[in-house]
């Protein structure tokens, strides 16, 4: 039997709602209880903070298709780094992972590499096109945690609705990133002083309004289990506080960067701050915090999207959308708890509970039981970033050169170190 | 004189000096310019590279007559028909030319901030000649000048831009050009071809021609793309005209004395009416075409200098 006892912790437990100093302890890979008698390996925490792993549900792994971007080796050394203990990966790929048999080779590649947990998400249409739904039954079965067209919204809504009564008989969770597709067409950036003074392609924030509001009527039209990914407008939010009020099986999502940046920052034509969706006025990004803080937000995930060089080096319009952000998916997050935005046992709610309960994975908890996906972090410590220092293979950070505050001191994966 | 750029990327990083300094020394190319012997030596020796990503003949020739006037050795390359259709990148494009040390690249994109993106890979001094909807900082320029002759003074002038803002650089140069020499700028046009928050850069907004025009000193129309003529930003040619286009009835609410500008090339009869255009009396429509070669011999002799003085140890920016 493999003992660990965590000692001198400062244990971060987003269930209770608590922040206290005290001891864990793991046995084969599971959290047995707190404080007691040490035994076993002991890791002296020094005081620093130790939570439940990170739990990330919205990854870009390059395979299949792009492993030039990003493999599963390296995405998994980099939420290592990051705190993150599992990750949820986005069928966005090339081809798309739209069949069982496409998933069970991501699963197969995950499971020889990644030193993290991988879980999949698969299309909700074929080769994301929007026109017809995927063998939902076969993927569940093959594991697929969720069903997304990720960043492609389903245009007709006729096919939509269909998928969506689908996945509800088969009580599959169906993610939407909601956009008005005609009107966000070819946007770069968001409208408003910004967009006018660069002369760039522009979204009114309405467009993602108008997703929302066309999603929530079907989900509920259908009854489905439906999580609003990518929200980051202050105009969203009434039409999810209306479906939440009304009882929807509803939940939300946020990025980090749309909590931690707004428009003003691509500055230059800066195309690693090229996003989709894109970058928000301040108002909305002070919006979105405040939702995460209130709970109206369930979920904060990085939106890791690998691009290398090539596909950023270009005029704005014509450059990939996109960041990395397995690894700086924590400092960042810390930006709010120093800010006095959030708690870190509420932050850790979002970051790692509620996307663990909503795809139903176990992780999130510091309860007995619980797998021993934990990280210890020092909340403190300032450093300025680095880009050709992560173990992305894509090195698209916004925060190159940025002072940050927030270190991972060490990861463990079912009691298992793997970083630190 | 002061003229601190490396390169004239856009009239944002310009100071009021820095816009007075290149408009004084253009006045010195206007004279030049009107002698039978129009040569001077301020490029001579140097390497002027024109890329066109986009289609121009006027501003293409006005910056290859500055060059040639000023002796550079001036070469147009046109983009759309070379490299960029063999799927080559802009950077590396870029990277090719600079490998021949040119000194000056003028260069013309369809994209907003692929000049900027360009000049931070080259060695050359870098002028914008329009990046998409972003700047045209030398038409601004050459519209000061023009404006600046006509009525003697840049400052203390209401100047309404009317037309298609939402997708002209030259209204964004001009605007921020207009309001770094503190004039007051209006904007006119239809609500659908007005950019979002635009009354934030500190203009005032006016979809009424008559009353965008009232008291103005200078009325400067912009050009409406064909391809936007139909239903898609406007119901039709017939009735922008009845509502924007520039006839005698609604330029008589401007002052009497109002000067009227375009860039070109015109549509007659869609924004502007054609004996507005041909009147010698209110249209610098011509003369601003003249400007024009002025000016940017002046940005490139000023950009030229720089260039020198950085290659010398010890040498000080103009």
Redesign the interface.
């Known amino acids: 039997m493999t003992v660990i006892t965590f000692t001198n912790a400062r244990l971060i437990d987003p269930e209770a709602g608590t922040e206290r100093l005290g001891s864990l302890r793991v046995e084969n890979g599971i959290i047995v209880g707190c404080d007691g008698r040490p035994s076993g390996e002991i890791v002296d925490c020094g005081g620093k903070c130790l939570a439940p792993g990170i739990v990330d549900i919205g990854v870009k792994v390059g395979e299949p298709g792009e492993r030039h971007k990003e493999s599963f080796r390296t995405a998994g050394a980099a939420a290592a780094a990051g705190g993150v203990t599992t990750i949820v990966t986005r069928p966005d790929t090339t081809p798309a992972i739209d069949t069982p048999e496409v998933l069970a080779f991501v699963t197969r590649r995950a499971r020889e590499v990644s030193p993290v947990r991988v879980h999949s998400m698969a299309a909700l249409t074929k080769g994301r096109d929007g026109r017809e739904m995927v063998e939902i039954g076969f993927l569940l079965d093959a594991g697929a945690v969720a069903f997304t067209d990720a960043d492609r919204t389903v245009a007709d809504s006729k096919v939509y609705a269909r998928a969506l009564a689908y996945a509800r008989q088969l009580g599959a969770l169906v993610i939407g990133h909601p956009q008005e597709p005609v009107l966000s067409a070819g946007a770069a950036v968001t409208s408003g002083k910004f967009a006018t003074l660069r002369g760039l392609p522009a979204v009114s924030p309405m467009a993602e309004r108008m997703g929302l509001e066309r999603d929530l009527a079907l989900v509920e039209m259908t009854g489905a289990r439906y999580h609003a990914d990518s929200l980051s407008t202050a105009a969203a939010l009434p039409a999810l506080e209306r479906a939440r009020a009304a009882g929807l099986d509803v939940t939300a999502g946020v990025n980090i960067h749309h909590l931690t940046l707004n428009e003003f920052d691509v500055g230059e034509y800066r195309t690693f701050f090229k996003l989709k969706p894109p970058l928000r006025s301040e108002d909305d990004r002070v919006a979105m915090v405040e939702a995460v803080a209130r709970g109206l937000i369930d979920i904060i995930s990085s939106m890791h999207t690998p691009q290398d060089e090539e596909s950023k080096r270009l005029p704005f319009e014509a450059a990939a959308s996109g960041a990395v952000g397995l690894e700086t998916l924590l400092p960042a997050a810390m930006r709010l708890v120093h800010a006095g935005a959030i708690g870190l046992p509420a932050l850790w709610r979002a970051l790692s509970l509620n996307p663990a309960r909503r795809l139903g994975l176990p992780g999130g908890s510091l309860a007995e039981g619980a797998p021993a996906d934990l990280v210890l972090f020092d909340p403190d410590v300032p450093f300025v970033l680095d880009r050709f220092k992560l173990r992305s293979k894509s090195k698209n950070t916004p925060f190159d050169e940025a002072r940050m505050q927030g270190r991972v001191l060490g990861t463990w994966v079912g009691g298992r170190r793997v970083f630190g | 004189m002061t003229f601190r750029q490396r390169h004239l990327l856009g009239i944002?990083p310009l100071a009021p000096d820095e816009i007075t300094t290149i408009l004084d020394l253009a006045e010195s190319y206007v004279a030049l310019n009107r002698q039978p012997m129009k040569h001077a030596r301020a490029l001579e020796g140097l390497t002027q590279i024109n890329m066109f990503f986009e289609n121009s003949t006027r501003t293409q020739a006005s910056f290859e007559i500055a060059g040639k006037r000023l002796g550079a050795d001036v070469m147009n390359m046109a983009m759309q028909a070379s490299s960029i259709k063999k799927g080559e990148?802009?950077?590396d494009t870029a990277l090719t030319l600079n490998a021949m040390h040119p000194d000056l690249l003028v260069v013309r994109?369809p994209?907003?901030?692929?000049v900027?993106?360009l000049a931070e890979k080259v060695n050359a001094a870098v002028l914008n000649a329009g990046?998409?909807?972003?700047?045209h900082p030398t038409q601004a320029l050459l519209d000061a000048l023009t404006i600046r002759r006509a009525k003697g003074r840049l400052h203390r002038l209401t100047i309404a831009i009317c037309g298609d803002i939402a997708h002209s650089?030259v209204a964004?140069s001009n605007l921020l050009l207009l309001g770094k020499m503190e004039n007051r700028v209006r904007l006119v046009g239809p609500t659908t071809l007005m950019?979002?928050?635009?009354a934030?850069?500190g203009v005032e907004v006016y979809d009424d021609m008559r009353e965008g025009l009232e008291g103005a000193d200078v009325v400067m129309m912009l050009r409406l793309q064909k391809e936007r003529m139909d239903g898609g930003f406007i119901p039709s040619e017939r009735e922008y005209y009845h509502r924007w286009g520039l006839d005698a009835e609604k330029l008589s609410h401007a002052k009497d004395d109002a000067i009227v500008m375009h860039p070109g090339p015109m549509n007659r009869g869609v924004e502007i009416d054609g004996t507005i255009a041909d009147d010698i009396n209110r249209s610098v429509i011509q003369e601003q075409v003249e400007m024009g070669v002025a000016v940017r011999m002046a940005a490139m002799d000023l950009l030229a200098r720089n260039l020198r003085a950085e290659a010398e140890p010890g040498g000080v920016m103009v």
Do not use: F, M, W
């Open positions: 944002e990148t802009l950077i994109h994209n907003s901030g692929a900027n993106l990046d998409g909807r972003h700047e650089r964004r950019p979002a928050k635009v934030d850069l």
